[in-house]
């Protein structure tokens, strides 16, 4: 067979095999449901829970990049601290060893029939929940056929002297043995691949045990590269979470480089006793080494959170999104001081709404990449305390409650719903204002000028409507109502300096989109600001 149809072959097998896992992954993501946000940010409240919901996490995903991923984007909008993400990596790290166990159970002359028997599924049945185990028995089969046609593509390499040179070096030099594996994994973004490739190299003869198990070490702080990646431009506790991926890796590989030979004889005993094949040898080496290394690792969690946090400096910027002062006893005990601390909530829900709009006026403003951080974990903790609260109050709602307390209770479900679209409308208005950097929309110094004016009048309506109903001051309320009306007149006035600026020319049709867009969110969160004034009046 010619260099071509060699190369074409592994290469063809190699993207057969990533093909496979995406699919797979996939499959078993919709077949367990799209709940694994929820399980990492309910199930990490210790480090324990961290690493069993890490592990659960990844072998759905089948990716542990995925996982840190994930975890990375959680701990970004402030749903996950440091100290949990680390217990999450840990377990990442553990169940991406399924892959290299199912590699290891050889049944890959079956990959055909397999990969069959999904695509029935996938096209005779109707039915969602088979089309997903289709999917899930298809990317299976996709992963053994890959896996044939990668070896097939490397059989000659046994011929190669050069080959032959580099795995003896390997042996000889552990270090180097590192360093091919850690290159390939990021070259391939796939850690699961590169232990795939390496269990074929070695289950054909083509590497002994001591040239191996390097790679093997390698693979593992390859596949910290994508987290890395996935880091950049992201809050400060975001890369530290990052950050922790490579350390861990970094002082496993070390410690596991130190004990080489002990741990290499190891691996031999536990081949010869189970009699394990080539491919399930490699799969055991990645197990023993993963789980060796949280157990070593685990206590140390604290500091390795210290350590990275000394690495990489400055304010962690999460926002506290859960819920503080709901507790369900109070609701059985008395429903009316079960209200009350619904009231707290709603009012720390509200103090983020407010600077929710504060930061995405700075972020107007300034077009800030730190403002621009903090919106969506605004937005995130506002809908998150949406859930609860309302939660909350509808369980209230079932006890007697007195005309007063129904009255307040009347009150915080609309203050809550008001809230969360106040929300939504800044959401909005980030959007925008990143449609206007990523295209390069400019506004004239006036219509900026405008905006600010604006910008500043809705968050001291806002501030002043939530002054109201914590105080329950009518006054104050009706205040509100005053500067809406301000509000309002503003909005008409920039529509029409806007199209006088259009007519003009000095402003462009897109820019005027993007500008009238942001005068209409910012004209709605007055309305929204009256509407919990008026529950304060009582209109």
């Given at each position: 067979m010619d260099l071509q149809a060699l190369l074409f072959m592994f290469f063809g097998g190699l993207g057969i095999f990533l093909f496979g896992i995406k699919y797979l992954g996939d499959?078993?993501?919709?077949?367990?449901?799209?709940?694994?946000?929820?399980?990492?940010?309910?199930?990490?409240?210790?480090?324990?829970?961290?690493?069993l919901a890490g592990i659960f996490v990844t072998i759905l995903l089948q990716t542990s990049t995925g996982t840190t991923v994930l975890t990375i984007g959680l701990v970004n909008a402030g749903f996950m601290t440091l100290k949990q993400a680390i217990g999450v990596i840990i377990g990442a790290n553990i169940g991406t060893t399924v892959t290299a166990f199912i590699i290891g159970i050889k049944i890959s002359t079956y990959a055909l029939p397999i990969m069959a028997v999904g695509t029935f599924f996938i096209f005779f049945f109707?039915?969602?929940?088979?089309?997903?185990?289709?999917?899930v028995i298809?990317?299976?089969?996709?992963?053994?056929?890959?896996?044939n046609l990668m070896g097939d593509g490397l059989k000659p390499l046994r011929d190669v002297q050069a080959f032959a040179d580099l795995t003896v070096s390997m042996s000889e030099n552990p270090l180097l043995g590192v360093l091919i594996g850690t290159l390939f994994t990021v070259a391939v973004q796939s850690s699961s691949a590169a232990i795939g490739l390496l269990q074929t190299l070695f289950g054909q003869g083509l590497m002994d045990l001591d040239a191996a198990l390097p790679v093997l070490f390698g693979d593992n702080i390859g596949t910290t590269i994508t987290a890395v990646l996935a880091s950049i431009g992201a809050s400060i506790a975001a890369r530290r979470a990052a950050l922790t991926h490579v350390i861990f890796n970094l002082v496993g590989t070390t410690i596991v480089l130190i004990v080489l030979r002990p741990f290499t004889t190891l691996i031999e005993y536990i081949r010869d006793s189970l009699g394990l094949n080539p491919e399930?040898?490699?799969?055991?080496?990645?197990?023993?080494?993963?789980?060796?290394?949280?157990?070593?690792q685990l206590p140390f969690i604290a500091v390795l959170a210290w350590i990275v946090v000394?690495?990489?400096?400055?304010?962690?910027?999460a926002i506290p999104y859960k819920a503080v002062h709901l507790d369900e006893k109070f609701i059985r005990k008395?429903?009316?001081?079960?209200?009350?601390?619904?009231?707290?909530?709603?009012?720390r829900m509200a103090d983020l709404t407010e600077k929710g709009i504060q930061e995405v006026s700075l972020y107007f403003k300034t077009q800030?990449?730190?403002?621009?951080?903090?919106?969506?974990?605004?937005?995130?903790?506002?809908?998150?305390?949406?859930?609860?609260i309302t939660d909350y109050l509808v369980?209230?709602?079932?006890?007697?409650?007195?005309?007063?307390?129904?009255?307040?209770h009347h009150t915080l479900m609309n203050t809550v719903r008001d809230l969360e679209r106040i929300g939504d409308h800044m959401e909005n208005i980030m959007e925008l204002v990143e449609y206007q950097i990523t295209n390069k929309v400019t506004f004239s110094e006036s219509a900026i000028a405008d905006l600010d004016e604006m910008f500043e009048l809705t968050v001291s309506t806002l501030r002043q409507a939530i002054k109201a109903l914590d105080l329950d001051e009518i006054e104050e309320a009706r205040s509100v109502l005053e500067k809406e009306e301000k509000i309002d007149k503003m909005e008409r006035d920039l529509r029409k300096k806007h199209i006088i600026r259009v007519n003009e020319n000095k402003c462009t049709g897109t820019a005027g989109i993007v500008y009238v867009d942001i005068v209409s969110n910012l004209e709605r969160v007055g309305d929204h600001a009256v509407n919990i004034a008026e529950e304060v009046i009582g209109e």
């Amino acid at each position: 067979m010619d260099l071509q149809a060699l190369l074409f072959m592994f290469f063809g097998g190699l993207g057969i095999f990533l093909f496979g896992i995406k699919y797979l992954g996939d499959g078993l993501q919709k077949v367990a449901g799209d709940g694994l946000r929820d399980l990492l940010d309910r199930f990490t409240t210790n480090p324990i829970m961290g690493v069993l919901a890490g592990i659960f996490v990844t072998i759905l995903l089948q990716t542990s990049t995925g996982t840190t991923v994930l975890t990375i984007g959680l701990v970004n909008a402030g749903f996950m601290t440091l100290k949990q993400a680390i217990g999450v990596i840990i377990g990442a790290n553990i169940g991406t060893t399924v892959t290299a166990f199912i590699i290891g159970i050889k049944i890959s002359t079956y990959a055909l029939p397999i990969m069959a028997v999904g695509t029935f599924f996938i096209f005779f049945f109707k039915n969602h929940k088979i089309n997903n185990y289709g999917q899930v028995i298809f990317g299976f089969g996709s992963l053994f056929l890959g896996l044939n046609l990668m070896g097939d593509g490397l059989k000659p390499l046994r011929d190669v002297q050069a080959f032959a040179d580099l795995t003896v070096s390997m042996s000889e030099n552990p270090l180097l043995g590192v360093l091919i594996g850690t290159l390939f994994t990021v070259a391939v973004q796939s850690s699961s691949a590169a232990i795939g490739l390496l269990q074929t190299l070695f289950g054909q003869g083509l590497m002994d045990l001591d040239a191996a198990l390097p790679v093997l070490f390698g693979d593992n702080i390859g596949t910290t590269i994508t987290a890395v990646l996935a880091s950049i431009g992201a809050s400060i506790a975001a890369r530290r979470a990052a950050l922790t991926h490579v350390i861990f890796n970094l002082v496993g590989t070390t410690i596991v480089l130190i004990v080489l030979r002990p741990f290499t004889t190891l691996i031999e005993y536990i081949r010869d006793s189970l009699g394990l094949n080539p491919e399930m040898t490699i799969a055991f080496a990645h197990g023993i080494f993963n789980v060796s290394n949280a157990i070593i690792q685990l206590p140390f969690i604290a500091v390795l959170a210290w350590i990275v946090v000394k690495l990489i400096p400055g304010q962690d910027t999460a926002i506290p999104y859960k819920a503080v002062h709901l507790d369900e006893k109070f609701i059985r005990k008395s429903p009316a001081i079960a209200l009350g601390q619904g009231k707290k909530e709603v009012m720390r829900m509200a103090d983020l709404t407010e600077k929710g709009i504060q930061e995405v006026s700075l972020y107007f403003k300034t077009q800030g990449k730190k403002h621009r951080e903090l919106v969506p974990q605004y937005e995130n903790a506002i809908n998150n305390l949406d859930n609860k609260i309302t939660d909350y109050l509808v369980q209230v709602s079932s006890h007697s409650l007195s005309g007063q307390d129904s009255k307040v209770h009347h009150t915080l479900m609309n203050t809550v719903r008001d809230l969360e679209r106040i929300g939504d409308h800044m959401e909005n208005i980030m959007e925008l204002v990143e449609y206007q950097i990523t295209n390069k929309v400019t506004f004239s110094e006036s219509a900026i000028a405008d905006l600010d004016e604006m910008f500043e009048l809705t968050v001291s309506t806002l501030r002043q409507a939530i002054k109201a109903l914590d105080l329950d001051e009518i006054e104050e309320a009706r205040s509100v109502l005053e500067k809406e009306e301000k509000i309002d007149k503003m909005e008409r006035d920039l529509r029409k300096k806007h199209i006088i600026r259009v007519n003009e020319n000095k402003c462009t049709g897109t820019a005027g989109i993007v500008y009238v867009d942001i005068v209409s969110n910012l004209e709605r969160v007055g309305d929204h600001a009256v509407n919990i004034a008026e529950e304060v009046i009582g209109e």
